[in-house]
């Protein structure tokens, strides 16, 4: 019996530690390369996990939206507010 329960505690430890990492994944800024592929359209093709990940941590960082303005800055042809919306659903 305590065998089991050490094997369960053990197993929800693991569980605990990945979505630990998961949400330090999200606050961890992306490289500005990553966002020029986000704001490229490149990243949901090539990497739907970090397509995710960019579309989660935009919506918390003042600091990346500024610089994926900047990046809009840049590219006169195109509207921010279609790279800030998911609309895979």
Same mark, same amino acid.
């Given at each position: +019996? *305590?065998?089991?329960?050490i094997?369960?505690?053990? &197993? +929800?430890? +693991?569980?605990?530690?990945? %979505? $630990?990492? &998961? &949400? ?5 800024? =992306? *490289?500005?390369?990553?966002? #020029? %592929?986000y704001f490229? /359209?490149? #990243? %949901?093709? %090539?990497? =739907?996990?970090?397509? @995710?990940?960019?579309?989660?941590? #935009? /919506? ?5 939206? !500024?610089?994926?303005?900047? &990046? ?5 042809? *195109?509207? $921010?507010?279609?790279? #800030?919306?998911? @609309?895979e !659903?």
């Amino acid at each position: +019996m *305590s065998f089991l329960f050490i094997l369960f505690a053990a &197993i +929800m430890a +693991m569980v605990v530690l990945q %979505r $630990i990492r &998961i &949400i330090f994944l999200q606050y961890r800024c =992306p *490289s500005e390369d990553t966002l #020029l %592929r986000y704001f490229n /359209g490149q #990243l %949901r093709k %090539r990497d =739907p996990d970090a397509y @995710d990940r960019v579309v989660s941590h #935009l /919506g918390i960082c003042e600091t990346c939206q !500024e610089t994926l303005r900047r &990046i809009d800055d840049n590219n006169m042809d *195109s509207d $921010i507010s279609q790279h #800030l919306i998911n @609309d895979e !659903e």
